[in-house]
Structures are given as C-alpha cells and as structure tokens.
C-alpha cells in the first residue's frame, strides 16, 4: 500500500482517457437545441418505450426553448423557471435529464455543482434514480460518471462536475454555489427557506439556474404557489422579468372538474406519458367520494384547491379597459398612508360614465428605495403620470391636499371617502391652510368595507366601469386578496396582499361612496300639486 503519513510520497491523480462528445454538435445548434439533442439522445430504461431514445414532445420543447434562450452577447437570461402540472406528467424525467445536461452534457461547466432538492430523502431520490437510469442505459455517459448510492450524489470525472440529492433541510444548502438547482414539489414544502437558501448560493456564477418544478398541493400556504403568482404578474407584464420564465398548466377553477377536456388543461401528456384510464378511474371516485375531491383537484387539475382570493378575475378586470370619459357628479377616495414615505393613493368616480382615475403619491427622495422595496415599476409609471412625484423625503399632507384642491377645484365633487381614523388629523390640516377638500368617513373595517367592495364588483360585472387599463391599478388588483368575517362581510387583506393595494383601496372607497350617496332628486320630473 506504500508509505503513509509525513514523508509519504504525493499520489498522483489517476488520468483520466479522452472520452468523445456524449452528443455530436451540429453547425449552428444554438443552446436550446443543443440540450434538446442530447436529451433525445438518452435511452429510456423503463416503461412501454423502454430501450427507444427519449422524444420530447412539442410542451417540453416549449419549456427547453424558453429556457435556454440567448440573448445578443450568447448569455441564458433566464435564471429561474417554474413547471406546474398534474402527477405523473413526466416531470422527473424531465428534470433528470436536464440535471445529466449540466453534469456531463452541452450546458456542463468545470466543477460544476447540481443539486435537486425535495420535502424528504424519498422524494430527493427520484431524480437521482431516473437520472442514474439514463446513464446506465448510455455507454459514453456511464464511462465517466460515478454515483453513489448511500448518499444519493455522481460525479463527471470528465468535468469534475458533482449532483447531489438534498432533503428540504436549509441547513445543508449554506454553503452550497449550485449552478443548477432542482427544486422537486415545491409545493410539499413547509416553507422557503432552502429555496432562498438556494437562490442566494448561485450568486457566484455567470448562469445559474433554478428549476421549481411541482403539482399543486391541497394546503395552498406553500412556496410553490408565491413562485405562480409571481409567474403571473411576469406574464401579464405587471412585473416585467426576463429572467423569469414560468410553464403552469392548471385547469380553471371555473370549469366542469369532470369533463376530459379539463383534464387536458392540467396534463399536456394526457393519453401519452399520462394514462387517460388511470385519470377516469380517479374521477369516478372522487366524483362518489368528496373526500377526495380536493386531492383530484390539486393533484390530477393541478388547481390550488382553497377558493382564489384574488378580488377581480383578470378577465373581467380586462373587460373594463375602456377609455374613461368623465361625465356627471365625481366621488373621491383616498387612502392615505400611515408610514410617512409610504405608497398614498387618491382616486375619481363618476358613476354616470363608469370613468374611475387613481393616482398614487411617493415622495421624492425615497422613490429609488420604494422601487427596491415593493419591486414595482414606480419610475415608469412616474413618467406616464400614474405616479405623482411629490417634493422631499416624506408625503406633505399640505402639498397633498392643494394637489387634490386643485385637480378638483372645477369637478362637481360630492365628497372624498377617507379611513376614519386618519380624517380628524387630515382635516385639521386642512383647517389650517384653509382648504376646502369634502372629506368623508369610511371604515376599512368589515362593517364600511363590505358593501364598498360589492359596490366595485357590481360595477366591475356589470361592464359599467371604464378603468382605462391604468398599470397602477392593474398592480394593486393582481396584489389583493380578501378576508372574510363569519357574516359574510368582506374587506380588503393588506396583511395577505401580495403587495401593495392602497390605489385599489382608494378606488373602491370612491366607488362605495359613490354607491351609497343619496339619490339625486329631477325637479323637472316634479309634479306640483296643487290644493284648493
């Protein structure tokens, strides 16, 4: 065994034989294509297409193109992906062959580091197992790996590349750099801990990657559905991310949970990588057993189970984008911030013509650090007129209250709903610099809400309302989300909002207002009766 210890001699490190190319690159393969080659060049070893080379159908094309993406200098944008559908839809496989694609395939660094990361060992060792499958089946690729089994991790001594299987334990992932992070069934997790964990380890490396991938869960409360939500607002351009790309396959809440076509909203391998029979005999069960509907619901329609929150579907939102056109008496709301540099909001109603006008307020110098901290455009929508830019470090309740004065000083103004609790103060502002503003109590609570918000929504159903389709306001609706008290009563969450709602608080307390003014009586509608 040769000498040990001080003065043994060095042990040279054991060559390692030139392997050829795992897949031969064609000319002008860009990076998308590249992976897709090697993946479809990987033999399956299981299953009805056991020993044929893997065929990514059209969706996870989709998936990889979006992915791997260039931009003009050669570099992959996109830095985190989320995919969301049904069970068994050929996630993992997915995954395990993307992880062989960075280990030892045309996106493989030196020393790189993939990691895939699960609620439990069991679940961390799918990707593993699947991974391992491919490599054993693929001659080139199992001369150069090395896995061990006890601890779920391989090795590329071509690239030094290294995958390891995590449990969702924070505590291992400090200390991490993954270049790739695989983070299976999110929605599994207690909380996002080791996702941030993850997230924060990549920072060293030029391209890192984290992949969410997951099927919803019955309890929504869960990291995987903040990563949706989040996925959403990219998509409908509210928060514009190019380094975000999400691929959620869910089937709308609103649709008959037992119709095929419904299924196929949730499973785009339906009838091919996912049984169709299995899935009908699921329904018929949990169609006679409403136990399991919940779970039919998140794990077969990949819906998030609990009732959406969200105050306004973006459709009917979207409905209202008209060009507002004032016309009639107006009716104001403001919600005014209890933070002396936080986001303050001032809306206009005219229930005549369904025109609604919001603008929020932020001071000056604390604009750069409002963007930082709500992750919101505030500087575009500054220069679009949507945000007033108001003087100095803090909101001026003066300079706020000329602002309104003079935006409303030729308007027929009935009023402008205010928090009761912030009036009293507000209006000995306005004593003092004497200006004449109608401010009006309104409660943010259960009782003055509620019917503030149902005034909204009718306005909003009824196709009545003509929005514009203000960004501001489109943010603040996408951020809210509704309590309710054991009456029935509803108000606006700003605890469980996604972000902040105050130009959507200051809209509905307009509208409320607007909604339960006394009626306007029509003199020329007036018979005088007369008396002998």
């Given at each position: 065994m040769g000498r040990r210890g001080p003065g043994a001699r060095p042990v040279k490190a054991r060559p390692i034989a030139p392997q050829p190319p795992v897949t031969p690159r064609e000319e002008g393969l860009s990076r998308a294509d590249a992976v897709i080659a090697f993946i479809e060049g990987l033999l399956i070893s299981s299953g009805a297409h056991a020993d044929t080379r893997m065929r990514l159908r059209p969706w996870q094309r989709e998936i990889i193109h979006s992915i791997y993406a260039t931009d003009s200098s050669g570099r992959r944008p996109v830095r985190t992906c989320v995919i969301s559908m049904g069970r068994k839809g050929g996630k993992s496989a997915l995954a395990a062959a993307l992880a062989l694609c960075h280990l030892a395939g045309p996106e493989a660094t030196s020393r790189g580091q993939i990691v895939s990361a699960a609620a439990d060992r069991g679940q961390a060792a799918i990707i593993y197992t699947e991974m391992r499958a491919f490599v054993l089946r693929n001659p080139e690729l199992a001369a150069r790996i090395v896995f061990r089994e006890f601890t779920k991790t391989a090795e590329d001594e071509v690239t030094g590349s290294t995958y390891a299987a995590l449990s969702a334990d924070a505590r291992k992932a400090h200390g991490l750099s993954p270049t790739l992070a695989i983070c299976d069934e999110v929605a599994m997790w207690r909380n996002a801990e080791l996702l941030d964990a993850l997230r924060t380890g990549q920072g060293a490396h030029a391209e890192p990657l984290l992949l969410a991938i997951s099927t919803r869960s019955p309890d929504p409360d869960n990291p995987l559905e903040e990563l949706i939500r989040y996925g959403l607002e990219v998509r409908d351009g509210i928060t514009p991310d190019p380094h975000f790309a999400s691929h959620v396959w869910s089937a709308p809440l609103e649709a008959d949970p037992w119709d095929e076509e419904t299924w196929r909203a949730a499973n785009p391998g339906l009838g091919d990588i996912r049984s169709i029979e299995d899935v009908r005999v699921l329904a018929t069960q949990a169609r006679r057993l409403?136990?399991?509907?919940?779970?039919?619901?998140?794990?077969?329609?990949?819906?998030?189970?609990?009732?959406?929150?969200?105050?306004?579907?973006?459709?009917?939102?979207?409905?209202?984008?008209?060009?507002?056109?004032?016309?009639?008496?107006?009716?104001?709301?403001?919600?005014?911030?209890?933070?002396?540099?936080?986001?303050?909001?001032?809306?206009?109603?005219?229930?005549?013509?369904?025109?609604?006008?919001?603008?929020?307020?932020?001071?000056?110098?604390?604009?750069?650090?409002?963007?930082?901290?709500?992750?919101?455009?505030?500087?575009?929508?500054?220069?679009?007129?949507?945000?007033?830019?108001?003087?100095?470090?803090?909101?001026?309740?003066?300079?706020?209250?000329?602002?309104?004065?003079?935006?409303?000083?030729?308007?027929?103004?009935?009023?402008?709903?205010?928090?009761?609790?912030?009036?009293?103060?507000?209006?000995?502002?306005?004593?003092?610099?004497?200006?004449?503003?109608?401010?009006?109590?309104?409660?943010?609570?259960?009782?003055?809400?509620?019917?503030?918000?149902?005034?909204?929504?009718?306005?909003?159903?009824?196709?009545?309302?003509?929005?514009?389709?203000?960004?501001?306001?489109?943010?603040?609706?996408?951020?809210?989300?509704?309590?309710?008290?054991?009456?029935?009563?509803?108000?606006?969450?700003?605890?469980?909002?996604?972000?902040?709602?105050?130009?959507?608080v200051a809209a509905v307390e307009a509208v409320g207002l607007a909604a339960h003014a006394p009626p306007v009586t029509n003199l020329n509608l007036v018979r005088v009766l007369e008396f002998d």
């Open positions: 409403p136990s399991q509907e919940a779970a039919f619901r998140a794990f077969v329609l990949n819906q998030p189970v609990a009732p959406d929150d969200r105050f306004i579907r973006p459709g009917d939102w979207d409905a209202c984008a008209g060009e507002p056109e004032p016309a009639g008496p107006c009716y104001g709301g403001l919600d005014l911030s209890a933070g002396p540099a936080d986001l303050t909001a001032f809306a206009l109603y005219w229930p005549k013509s369904g025109a609604l006008r919001v603008w929020a307020f932020l001071p000056a110098a604390s604009l750069e650090q409002k963007v930082r901290e709500d992750n919101a455009p505030y500087r575009a929508w500054a220069e679009t007129g949507h945000i007033v830019v108001m003087p100095g470090r803090t909101i001026d309740r003066v300079w706020l209250s000329e602002w309104m004065a003079e935006q409303t000083s030729t308007l027929p103004l009935k009023g402008i709903a205010t928090d009761r609790w912030l009036l009293n103060d507000l209006q000995a502002t306005l004593n003092r610099e004497g200006i004449r503003l109608p401010l009006k109590p309104m409660g943010q609570g259960f009782k003055d809400f509620s019917p503030a918000l149902s005034a909204f929504e009718a306005e909003i159903l009824a196709g009545r309302m003509r929005h514009g389709g203000s960004p501001l306001l489109r943010w603040a609706v996408a951020n809210a989300a509704v309590d309710m008290d054991p009456a029935g009563n509803r108000k606006l969450s700003k605890a469980r909002a996604r972000g902040r709602i105050d130009p959507l």
